[in-house]
């Protein structure tokens, strides 16, 4: 006889053999045991949990003259027709291959005749989700009232296809994903019977892969299995599947973390040198960041194997929630940008690039991921200091003697000039500058909007405490200034004026200014350079007034200006 894969050689042949789906099988057991069957079932869930098998089970329980707690014995004339498939009373049907109004109108009219040899007509349809909608149709009325001697049983992976008319007809059971402890027991159990060894690393890291689904865990082990008869390794799985060592995934998670761009795009050249596929590449990184984020939110508690928990441990120190959640975003990204491009390796590395570095990107994530860092820099108390560089020495000036000593020339004789006298009206010129320190000019204007600018840091601090951390950033970079009974927000990029200067955020600001100074002030922005021009312009205006006084006051004949 040809191999038979081992989903199909090891299929449960009774409901106490379907693996995790305990809720769904005691309840049919109870049924078929206090005879308490329905019309139609409808089982949906993620492929390889265990529909089709347990349909099957069910088709022999209901007809087996000898079911055991509901379980059928497998044994009778009746089970051993219908797992050889000589008994024509059970009808597996593919909806997808009979999707029309002609293949349904076979099944009713085939729902008339009598079971040949056993109780219950049963028909199987898979994917029914692939039914037309005039097939649905041409259902309902049979579905909701099937003759006493035809069950139907219902399966699909895409429950949201499915018209509510037909699910309001059946009795819905929900397939749930199978645990990596169910799926790594009922593959050592598979493996014992087969004479085969495998290391509990290897099978831990199969049933990763087949994520909750028996089917393509099976599949992925027969490939081991197919490669080295005995003794399965972790290397063993990690090689054929041509997926990343979970070591080198966390490796690169750290490099991320640390913002080492280079180690990383370094790290990832030797993948792709090593033969490793971008396609799995980029889903084995959306998997170790769901699992870091998982880990952050449920703590130790968390169940995985032990060789993945002592990485997440190591790494997951490096990172905060938020930019976790980024770099899931952008990875999710990838995957599915990954289809559309030809050149998927310099998508991939433009990627690793922007999670490594948050201040490439100007997505709200991003600004969430620059803040958390900084608050969690002032929280440490680790203040980074720029380093100044070194003043060069200089050479100590000469003097005009030892200039003129050196190139052998004589010094000329220093000019005199005879200074006119200053006429008494000129005013004085200042010997010290009025200007306050630090280039500001002093505060004028509504001594109510003076107060605001005086509280300008425990303004700010509100807003950080309101949660309006977009709106924290923009004031953040902002000046604020005195103009009669308004406030004025001075800003140096044209970017951050354009997206604060809206009238729903102005009036947001003025509320919080308002529950801490008590004034509800205008607000207005401008940018910097604006501010300058103007206050160059007045200057100079003032220059020009002050010179044509002073004149006027020294010479009689010019005109006077009040």
Not at 31 to 55: M, P, V
Not at 141 to 151: D, G, N, R, S
Not at 195 to 218: C, F, H, K, P, Q
Request: net charge negative.
């Amino acid at each position: 006889m040809a191999y038979q894969a081992l989903y199909r050689k090891w299929r449960p042949l009774t409901f106490d053999d379907v693996i995790g789906q305990s809720h769904i099988t005691d309840t049919l057991k109870n049924e078929i045991t206090e005879n308490r069957l329905a019309h139609a079932y409808l089982f949906t869930g993620t492929r390889g949990t265990g529909k089709t098998s347990t349909a099957k089970i069910l088709s022999r329980a209901v007809n087996c003259p000898h079911s055991v707690n509901g379980n059928p014995c497998n044994e009778c004339e009746i089970c051993t027709g219908i797992l050889s498939g000589a008994v024509l009373d059970i009808i597996e049907i593919d909806a997808a291959s009979n999707t029309g109004v002609d293949n349904i109108r076979e099944i009713i009219e085939q729902c008339q005749y009598a079971s040949a040899s056993t109780k219950y007509k049963v028909y199987i349809i898979d994917e029914v989700h692939m039914l037309s909608s005039g097939a649905f149709n041409a259902l309902l009325k049979t579905l909701e009232e099937p003759p006493a001697h035809v069950i139907f049983i219902l399966a699909t992976t895409e429950i949201h296809a499915v018209p509510a008319t037909i699910l309001s007809r059946c009795q819905r059971f929900d397939f749930s994903t199978i645990s990596t402890a169910d799926l790594v027991s009922a593959m050592s159990r598979i493996l014992e019977n087969e004479g085969i060894s495998a290391e509990t690393d290897a099978l831990e890291y199969v049933a990763y892969l087949g994520n909750g689904s028996m089917r393509d865990s099976l599949s992925i082990l027969d490939r081991c299995i197919a490669f080295k008869s005995t003794g399965i390794t972790y290397d063993d799985v990690v090689g054929i599947v041509g997926a990343l060592d979970d070591t080198y995934l966390y490796q690169f998670a750290r490099y991320i973390a640390a913002n080492d761009t280079a180690a990383l795009l370094s790290s990832f050249d030797q993948c792709v040198a090593a033969g490793k596929s971008l396609d799995n590449f980029s889903s084995d990184m959306l998997n170790c960041y769901r699992e870091l984020l998982k880990f952050m939110i449920i703590g130790k508690e968390y169940k995985t194997s032990a060789r993945r928990y002592k990485l997440i441990c190591e790494t997951v120190t490096m990172y905060t929630q938020e930019k976790l959640v980024r770099c899931i975003y952008l990875l999710t990204d990838l995957v599915r940008d990954l289809k559309f491009v030809s050149n998927p390796r310099v998508l991939i590395e433009c990627t690793l690039i922007k999670m490594a570095n948050p201040a490439f990107e100007v997505s709200e994530a991003s600004i969430l991921d620059r803040i958390a860092a900084i608050e969690k820099k002032l929280a440490s108390g680790a203040f980074v200091q720029q380093s100044q560089p070194a003043e060069q020495p200089k050479a100590p000036a000469m003097t005009a003697e030892e200039e003129y000593a050196m190139f052998g020339d004589v010094p000329p004789e220093e000019p005199s000039y005879d200074v006119p006298p200053i006429p008494g009206d000129m005013p004085a010129q200042q010997e010290s500058s009025s200007e306050p320190a630090g280039g500001q000019q002093p505060a004028s204007g509504d001594p109510a909007i003076i107060n605001i600018i005086n509280n300008w840091s425990d303004i700010i601090t509100e807003v950080q405490k309101s949660n309006q951390l977009v709106m924290y950033l923009h004031i953040s970079l902002a000046v604020p200034r005195a103009q009669g009974n308004s406030l004025v927000l001075m800003f140096e990029d044209q970017d951050n004026k354009n997206s604060f200067d809206k009238t729903a955020e102005k009036a947001k600001l003025a509320d919080i200014i308002e529950s801490v100074t008590g004034k509800h002030p205008e607000i207005i922005c401008i940018l910097k350079d604006e501010a300058d021009f103007k206050e160059a312009e007045q200057s100079k205006a003032d220059d020009i007034f002050a010179n044509l006084a002073a004149q006027s006051d020294a010479f009689p004949e010019n005109i006077k200006i009040d």
